[in-house]
C-alpha cells in the first residue's frame, strides 16, 4: 500500500487488530441472521511524511451509508463543546448577519443550531441521510454529499464561499485527504477561515486509546503530519488549540495560503516541538502499542471471566464505535457482557456489529440492577458516571479498560 498523501510505500506498521466489521454496521434482527462483511484492521506509517493510516479495505460509501446511527447530539458534553466553540468563534472571527459558516459533516444539526441562533446563514455538508435529516428538522440547511475538491467549486459557483468552515472529527474519516483538504482552500474567502478538530495521535500512543482505532477512521493525525498536508493543499496553519474532547484532540486554524491574513502563534511552534520531542518523526515513536493493546485485551477478558465465574452480571453502557473495536479485539460476546445500553433510539433493539450484543435502553439497567457497567465510550467517563450514579444505590460498580482496567 503507498500512503494516501505522498504515495510512499509503507512498511512500517503501527499496530494489527485482526479484523472486524464496520463499527457503525449495528445489525437489525433481519441482518442479525446474515453474514457479516468483515475487514482486516491494520494501521501503517508513513515514514515520508509521518501520516499515521488504516490499509485500505472498506470502502468508503460501505462505511457512511444511509443508516449510520451516530447522533453527535446524544452527548451532553460535546454539545456544550459545540457552543462553547460557537461562541468563541463569532467573538474572535466578528462574524455576523453578514457572513457565511460551512460545516463539512455536520451530523444532525449539533454545531450549526447554535450558529443559526447566532442568526448567522449557514450550510452544513452531510452524506448520511439519517442524520441529515435530522439536521433538516431544526432547520439547517443540508447538501448531502461527500465533501471535496468538486463540491466546493460547486458551493462557490453558487456563491456559497465561507468565513469560517468547520471540520470536526472527520479529517480522519476521508479517504482522499488531499482532495479534502483542497476543498477547503477553494471554498474559503480570501480572509475565511477554517478549522479542523480531530483526535491526537500523540494521545492515542501515548494513552493507549486504541480503540479510536476503526475502519472509518482513514487516518491519525498530528501536527506535523498535517503541517506538509495542508500546505501541499494550498492552506497554512496559524493557530492550534488543545481541546479535552476525544480522550485529547486538536484544533487547528488555517487560512488560504495565498491570502495570509492571520499571524501564526507561538502555539504552533510550542506543539510542533513537543510532539518532535516525542518522536513523532521517528519510526521508534511507533512501536510498542501492539503490547499495550494485548495487555488491556488480557485484563478486560480476566475480569469478565472471573465476574462470570461468580456469578456477577455485566452490561456494557455507550453502543459507541470505539466500544466495537475494544469487544471485537478482545473476542467478547454477550455470555460475558450480556448487552450494551445506549440513549440513542437509532441504535436501540439493534445488536453491536461482530459482537453480536444487543443494544437496549436505559431502563433495562434499572430493571436488572447488574453488578457491574462497563463504559464503552471512556472518554465521556465523567458525563456518564454522573448520569449513571444511580447505580451505587444496589452497589453497582463501574469499569472502564482504557487506557487500563479500573473498576471504582
Not at 472571527?93 to 455536520?106: I, K, R
Not at 482532495?179 to 477553494?186: M, Q, T
Not at 507561538?266 to 513537543?274: I, L, N, Q, T
Request: aromatic fraction near 10%; hydrophobic fraction near 40%.
Amino acid at each position: 500500500m503507498k500512503c494516501r498523501h505522498c504515495s510512499k510505500k509503507l512498511t512500517l506498521s503501527l499496530i494489527d487488530l485482526g479484523s472486524a466489521p464496520p463499527s457503525n454496521a449495528y445489525l437489525t434482527n433481519k441482518t442479525l441472521h446474515m453474514p457479516e462483511k468483515w475487514f482486516p484492521l491494520r494501521v501503517l506509517v508513513c515514514e515520508g511524511c509521518w501520516l499515521v493510516q488504516t490499509e485500505d479495505f472498506a470502502q468508503e460509501n460501505e462505511l457512511f451509508n444511509e443508516e449510520y446511527a451516530y447522533f453527535s447530539s446524544f452527548s451532553s458534553s460535546w454539545l456544550q463543546h459545540a457552543k462553547q466553540y460557537v461562541n468563541g468563534m463569532v467573538s474572535r472571527f466578528h462574524l455576523d448577519e453578514s457572513s457565511h459558516v460551512v460545516e463539512v459533516a455536520a451530523n444532525d444539526g449539533y454545531l450549526l443550531q447554535y450558529v443559526k441562533g447566532c442568526n448567522i446563514p449557514c450550510t452544513g455538508i452531510e452524506p448520511t441521510a439519517s442524520t441529515a435529516n435530522a439536521a433538516r428538522k431544526i432547520g439547517i440547511p443540508i447538501v448531502e454529499e461527500f465533501f471535496g475538491v468538486k463540491l466546493a467549486k460547486k458551493l462557490v459557483e453558487q456563491g456559497k464561499q465561507a468565513d469560517l468552515t468547520v471540520a470536526n472529527n472527520v479529517l480522519a474519516h476521508v479517504p482522499d485527504i488531499n482532495d479534502f483538504v483542497s476543498g477547503f482552500a477553494i471554498l474559503l474567502k480570501p480572509n475565511g477561515v477554517s478549522t479542523f478538530e480531530f483526535p491526537h495521535l500523540l494521545k492515542l500512543i501515548t494513552g493507549n486509546q486504541f480503540d479510536t482505532i476503526y475502519h472509518e477512521h482513514f487516518s491519525y493525525l498530528s501536527l506535523i503530519a498535517l503541517e506538509t498536508i495542508f500546505s501541499k493543499n494550498g492552506l497554512q496553519i496559524f493557530d492550534v488549540e488543545e481541546c479535552s474532547t476525544h480522550g485529547g484532540s486538536l484544533r487547528l486554524f488555517t487560512q488560504r495560503s495565498d491570502a495570509v491574513v492571520h499571524a501564526v502563534t507561538d502555539r504552533v511552534s510550542e506543539m510542533h516541538k513537543r510532539e518532535m520531542d516525542a518522536g513523532i518523526n521517528k519510526s521508534e515513536f511507533y512501536k510498542g502499542l501492539q503490547k499495550k493493546v494485548d495487555l488491556v485485551k488480557y485484563d478486560l477478558l480476566s475480569f469478565l471471566i472471573k465476574a462470570k465465574e461468580d456469578g456477577k452480571k455485566v452490561v456494557a453502557y455507550g453502543a459507541a464505535a470505539k466500544g466495537n473495536t475494544l469487544l471485537n479485539y478482545s473476542g467478547v460476546r454477550p455470555d460475558l457482557v450480556e448487552y450494551v445500553v445506549d440513549r440513542n433510539p437509532a441504535k436501540q433493539d439493534k445488536y453491536m456489529p461482530g459482537s453480536r450484543i444487543k443494544i437496549k435502553d436505559e431502563q433495562c439497567l434499572m430493571n436488572d440492577k447488574p453488578d457491574y457497567v462497563l463504559i464503552l465510550p471512556w472518554n465521556l467517563r465523567s458525563e456518564i458516571t454522573q448520569q449513571l450514579d444511580y447505580i451505587k444505590e444496589w452497589n453497582g460498580k463501574f469499569i472502564v479498560s482504557i487506557p487500563a482496567i479500573d473498576v471504582f
